[in-house]
Each structure stands twice: as C-alpha cells, then as structure tokens.
Nanobody
Framework: QVQLVESGGGLVQAGGSLKLSCVAS????????IGWFRQAPGKEREFVTR????????SYADSVKGRFTVSRDNAKNTVYLQMNTLKPEDTAVYYC????????????WGQGTQVTVSS
C-alpha cells in the first residue's frame, strides 16, 4: 500500500504558474503509474495527466496539453505537476493517485491540494 500527499497549491493570477508535488510513502513510487486529477466545485472529478512507472510515457487531457507537464523523480518518491499559463477554469482541488497498470483505474489517492486562479 502507498500513501500520497500533495502540496504546492495556492492562489495565483491568470497567466501564472504553480508546481504541485505528490510525495509517496509506504512503498516505492516506481511500482506505480501516477495520475493527476482535479475537481472543481459542483463538477465531476476529471483526469488531468498520468505518467508511467519510469516516466517514459505520459498522457494529458486536451484542456491542459501544452500548458501542464508531469514528471517524476523515483529516487525522491515524488511526482510533479508543473502548471503554466494558468486559467481561471483551472481552479480546482488537485489530487494525485497511484495505480499498478497503464489504465484509468487508480487504487490510492491523496487528500488533494487547492489551486485557485484569479482573473
């Protein structure tokens, strides 16, 4: 089992940047595909991005493609989400999640970190 803790959220103006971190404990991060999801008030949780076990593979939602970059440092048990050119519609609670396969099924979730983008 793995525990995930997100950090790095905050308030930023439109056009700005934030970098989120997802730190894993309890089991080595390299055993998992890591995904980032977000949920805005009153909306369904949506997929943002995912990264494969060693980082060679990634996929992104169309809404963030070209603006967000996911990366990982397995030696630090950490996955990062660099978010650039932020828009007000990026405002949400961001969650990282861990799964064992290259699927959209994730077994372990963090508690989330709030990102607010002001216009």
């Amino acid at each position: 089992q793995v525990q995930l803790v997100e950090s790095g959220g905050g308030l930023v103006q439109a056009g700005g940047s934030l970098k989120l971190s997802c730190v894993a404990s309890g089991r080595t991060l390299s055993a998992y595909v890591i995904g980032w999801f977000r949920q805005a008030p009153g909306k369904e949780r949506e997929f943002v991005t995912r990264i494969s076990w060693r980082g060679s593979g990634t996929s992104y939602a169309d809404s963030v493609k070209g603006r967000f970059t996911v990366s990982r440092d397995n030696a630090k048990n950490t996955v990062y989400l660099q978010m650039n050119t932020l828009k007000p519609e990026d405002t949400a609670v961001y969650y990282c999640a861990a799964g064992t396969g290259w699927t959209m099924s994730f077994d372990y979730w963090g508690q989330g970190t709030q990102v607010t983008v002001s216009s």
